[in-house]
């Protein structure tokens, strides 16, 4: 850093700080209600979590009773945080919760907070926001009128935001004449070169179905709503800003910024900017491309540089999918980067105009002081700020610089809430400039700092050790690792297609899957392939024409050879430590995060499912293989039992024998890997039967083990037909256990074969069978339907709600009904329907003939016993089932009671919580439910009364994680343990313990842990 450069930048913050001394934010004014209520907020975490929540539930709370019912929950009671005196305002004590003195409370706190939030937006209505805009004008201040609402779940609702920003541009239109320009600007130019009119706007509202892995389809669809509000604000003089947004739409966001500015239509119009995030790691990358796109485009571009605002949510997500974390970790790194872009930015000031957002006096000074030293003419930039916020620095800025313009939201309350939430948290945060400067007190020589220099400081004071560590007894070091111990386990990444090589890979391998088609594939009995006369073909459900393999069956003689090779290859395979048996998972763990995209692919091709599902279940087998590899070596150690000294006891497990394995094709690669990973680690033999819809997905997990050095025998790869071969394999006397998945009434049928002993039979047949689901997500009347909708819609329609766990039914409570069932329907007619391997289709087909007939089947009794609201249909010579809902449905109707198993929902309606969870709990079943609800009372309540084996609070119902969801549930769902879970792997063996008395002649050997005497 130049150090004269850097005087100046402190000199000039100084100054600044002086020019504004004894002023605070409204926000931070402990006079009005607002400052007292952050002021709590501050000094009590968990008030702030509390009041941040009510916040942002408020506007649902539509009656007086749910207004007295969330205070109570949310401040009152164990585990909530008490009212401070200041959010009662007038209440009084006595009484707080009955009759008026509740009214008079709830009323207040509603005026209270809805006052806050008004604060940070400048109008409800179009006339609201002209109006707001007229008088931020008339105190010298330029204007960017964004509006609110990011979450759009239809088309319909991309149309209504297009719409909004055509009604206040018209509304702008009428007023824009008659306001004069700002600082001595001349025409239609504030302060002598910039358009009077600024919109900024978020890309992803404009369409419902923007996402990642259809790049090409999102820009679209995006582009055809934005054009047209670019052409109004062309038309007007205006100027236009796209937002960045989180950064799974970063990518998308910066080409459709590149074609908009090169569009023939706009290219000589140089009043198009973009939004940075100085938060964001690659954003210097980002920069130099937007840079070098300019240069040889030769078109001017403008650039707001912010710092970010979705800190704590990319954050989350990473660490919860498992991907890189895409932000600095650190306040200082990214203060630092603000600035070495805004001196990029600025040192292109030929080819950028930009706009520096932020209302950090330091980075303020930065700014300023670096363009003077680059000689930046000041046309050549602007200082923006947010309304509402840190109104000393914005009334300093203008005073200074005069060139200020305010991002000034404007919109409905219920969006408008959502946004007060981050501003609350962006000025309560501890790293916030705002907190440290006008509530915290921060001296101005450290807000000042280079933000380097505060980095060094802050990793020193952290890596020092703490004054009370020096007095402590020294910790005996840890005792060594053995180096075969593997390291804890971590689920595998989830697909990140942001990554443009992932998007690249996924139609590289299609092709080479596809080349492959029409290959014969052989049993594998024994180690050796066997060719079977009787083969079945399996097809593309979205193209029948198209044969994936042909696949060799087995019958009651191969089954036979292959019960026998598995019993052949027992005992030595029962014998190998389990460390070597958990190294062969590993190695097939390695093998399919090798080749997890031409696995994803297969299954793309042979059972429909969507790139993204298909990934997720190759990941998931993986976690399994590596799951259940360390569970074996927790397990496979004999434990000691009890302490008594002359007697050793130790309890271990030893396997129980040949396992046959059927397996289902809805997860045809981690299902089937889960329970034959988990048979084989605990130390037996398998006969795999895999479904003749997935049996190619199938060969390849045989492949896998083959490949993974699995000893001939222990792994036989059998698929048949199940009307030919099943209940032999069922029941035959030498299978010791059956894992199945599959449906309620196959799964009945093998228990109740497994039951019968045959002669020469030396088991008692285990067996572990996962079934069926009648999975119904609860919607509370408090609930935000921007998520309820969304993922009510992945839960029932994703792989076209061909999913164990799918919703098939969602319970709604009265008061919110009519909501959502307006916005669940706008959304399904919204989503795209094809062909899997198209990665803009939401939904493609069912697996086969048989399902979409019962799909159709199931379609004609909804129509009888309810009323549709939605019935899509797909035309193409796929087994293409209709999308459909249907509402006023009942408990005892069929449609609520029995699995359809494709693309189905019911829609239910609750007059109370108590009752949602009644519906909830009125069928056989109980594998997954979901409740949305922002209730701490209800949400206890379903965690004791909603009787399912996962339950999901305020996200969707699928997608359970090894390890983290063990999956599986009770009733007609299934018996047996957890899959992914720490007891799955205690099913496949047998529990034995050996007790050794140690006394010799009056003497024993005390052993460490013994109960003995000091």
Avoid at 172 to 179: D, G, R
Avoid at 513 to 538: H, M, Q
Avoid at 645 to 673: D, M, Q, R, T
Avoid at 979 to 993: E, N, W
Wanted: proline residues 6%.
């Amino acid at each position: 850093m130049d150090q004269a450069l850097e005087s100046k930048i402190v000199a000039r913050g100084k100054q600044f700080f002086q020019s504004i001394r004894g002023e605070a934010p409204s926000i931070f004014n402990k006079g009005f209600w607002t400052g007292k209520v952050m002021d709590w907020a501050m000094k009590n975490e968990d008030f702030k979590v509390q009041l941040f929540r009510f916040v942002d539930v408020l506007p649902y709370l539509t009656t007086s009773d749910a207004l007295r019912r969330h205070i109570e929950e949310y401040f009152t009671g164990d585990g909530a945080a008490d009212i401070p005196a200041v959010l009662k305002w007038g209440a009084e004590k006595s009484g707080m919760f009955g009759g008026l003195a509740a009214a008079v409370m709830g009323k207040a706190i509603r005026s209270n907070i809805e006052g806050m939030a008004k604060g940070f937006i400048i109008g409800q209505t179009a006339k609201e926001a002209v109006k707001s805009i007229k008088k931020l004008r008339k105190d010298g201040f330029a204007f960017t009128v964004d509006l609110l609402g990011e979450a759009t779940m239809s088309e319909a609702e991309a149309d209504a935001y297009r719409d909004g920003y055509l009604e206040v541009l018209s509304a702008i239109a009428k007023e824009q004449p008659s306001w004069p320009a700002l600082g001595g600007g001349k025409g239609d130019l504030d302060w002598g070169h910039a358009p009077r009119v600024n919109v900024s706007i978020k890309p992803s509202a404009l369409f419902s179905q923007a996402k990642p892995v259809d790049m090409e389809g999102s820009i679209a669809g995006i582009l055809s709503r934005l054009v047209p509000v670019y052409r109004a604000t062309k038309a007007m003089g205006g100027a236009l800003c796209i937002d960045m947004e989180a950064v799974k739409y970063k990518e998308m966001t910066l080409e459709l910024f590149k074609r908009l500015r090169a569009d023939p239509e706009f290219r000589d119009y140089p009043r198009l900017s973009v939004v940075l995030q100085a938060y964001l790691t690659d954003t210097e990358r980002d920069l130099a491309d937007l840079l070098a796109f300019a240069r040889a485009e030769k078109l001017p571009i403008g650039i707001r540089l912010v710092k970010g605002a979705y800190w704590d949510f990319e954050t989350v997500v990473a660490k919860q999918m498992g991907w890189e974390v895409p932000v600095w970790t650190k306040k200082p790194e990214t203060d630092a980067a603000y600035e070495r872009l805004s001196t990029e930015i600025l040192r292109h000031c030929d080819m950028v105009y930009f706009q520096a957002a932020s209302h950090n006096i330091r980075t303020i000074s930065q700014v300023m002081e670096t363009a003077k030293a680059l000689g930046v003419p000041e046309s050549r930039y602007e200082f923006q700020a947010l309304f509402g916020m840190a109104e000393p620095v914005r009334k300093g800025l203008l005073a200074v610089a005069g060139r200020v313009r305010l991002y000034c939201p404007y919109g409905e309350l219920l969006p408008g809430m959502a946004y007060l939430v981050r501003r609350l948290l962006e000025n309560t945060a501890n790293e916030s400039f705002l907190r440290q400067s006008f509530a915290d007190g921060q001296t101005e020589d450290l807000l000042l700092e280079n933000p380097l220099a505060t980095l060094e400081r802050e990793t020193a004071r952290a890596s020092s050790p703490r004054p009370s560590e020096s007095t402590r007894p020294a910790t005996p070091a840890a005792t060594p690792k053995a180096a075969n111990v593997p390291p804890p386990f971590a689920n595998h990444p989830m697909p990140d297609f942001t990554i443009p090589g992932l998007r690249a890979a996924f139609p590289k391998a299609l092709a080479e899957v596809r080349a492959c088609f029409g290959r014969t594939i052989p049993l594998v009995i024994g180690g050796k392939e066997v060719v079977t006369a009787d083969t079945l073909a399996s097809v593309n459900p979205a193209d029948p024409d198209e044969v994936v393999a042909r696949v060799c069956q087995a019958g009651t003689v191969e089954i036979d050879q292959a019960v026998a090779a598995a019993k052949a290859a027992f005992p030595a395979w029962r014998d190998t430590p389990p460390e070597n048996r958990a190294a062969v998972l590993f190695r097939a763990a390695d093998i399919a995060r090798g080749r997890i995209v031409e696995l994803s692919a297969m299954q793309v091709l042979e059972v429909g499912k969507q790139w993204d599902q298909a990934y997720a279940d190759v990941a998931e087998a993986i976690d399994f293989l590596e799951y259940y590899a360390r569970e074996m070596i927790r397990l496979g150690a004999p434990r000691r039992m009890g302490n008594q000294p002359g007697e050793h006891n130790h309890l271990f497990y030893e396997p129980k024998g040949p396992v046959a394995v059927i397996a289902p094709w809805n997860f045809p690669l981690a299902i089937s890997c889960g329970m034959s990973a988990a048979a084989v680690v605990a130390g037996n033999c398998v006969i795999f039967k895999p479904s003749g819809l997935a049996s190619a997905v199938g060969h390849g997990l045989c492949e896998i083990f083959r490949q993974a050095g699995l000893p001939d025998g222990v792994f036989n790869f059998c698929p048949g037909r199940g009307s030919v071969m099943g209940d032999h394999l069922v029941a035959h006397p030498d299978i010791a256990m059956i894992a199945f998945t599959g449906s309620m009434d196959v799964g009945l049928r093998i228990m109740e074969k497994a039951a019968r002993v045959a002669p020469g039979q030396a088991y008692c047949k285990r067996v572990v069978a996962e079934m069926g689901g009648k999975n119904a997500i609860i919607i509370d009347d408090d609930a935000d339907l921007d998520e309820a909708v969304s993922a009510v819609l992945t839960s029932a329609f994703a792989f076209q709600g061909q999913k164990c766990s799918a919703c098939s039914r969602v319970v709604v409570l009265e008061p919110i009904y009519d909501k959502f069932t307006a916005r669940i329907k706008e959304a399904a007619e919204s989503v795209k329907i094809g062909p899997a391997e198209d990665p803009s289709n939401f939904m493609g087909p069912v697996v086969d003939e048989n399902q979409r007939q019962t799909v159709l089947g199931y379609a004609d009794i909804a129509r009888a016993e309810g009323r549709i609201l939605v019935e899509r249909h797909t035309q193409g010579k796929g087994f293409f089932a209709p999308l459909v809902i249907v509402d006023g449905i009942t408990p005892e109707h069929r449609i609520a009671q029995e699995e359809v198993f494709g693309p189905i929902l019911a829609v239910m309606k609750a007059k109370t919580f108590d009752e949602a969870i009644d519906m909830a709990n009125s069928t056989r079943f109980a594998l997954t439910g979901g409740v949305f609800s922002r209730s701490p009372k209800n949400l206890e309540a379903a965690k004791k009364r909603f009787r399912v084996g996962n339950l999901y609070l305020n996200r969707n119902i699928t997608g359970a994680l090894v390890e983290r969801q063990p999956f599986g549930g009770a009733r007609m769902s299934g018996v047996g343990s957890k899959a992914g879970g720490p007891d799955y792997l205690l099913q496949f063996m047998d529990p034995r313990v050996v007790t050794e008395n140690t006394i010799r002649r009056g003497f024993t050997p005390i052993d460490e842990g013994d109960d003995w005497f000091e």
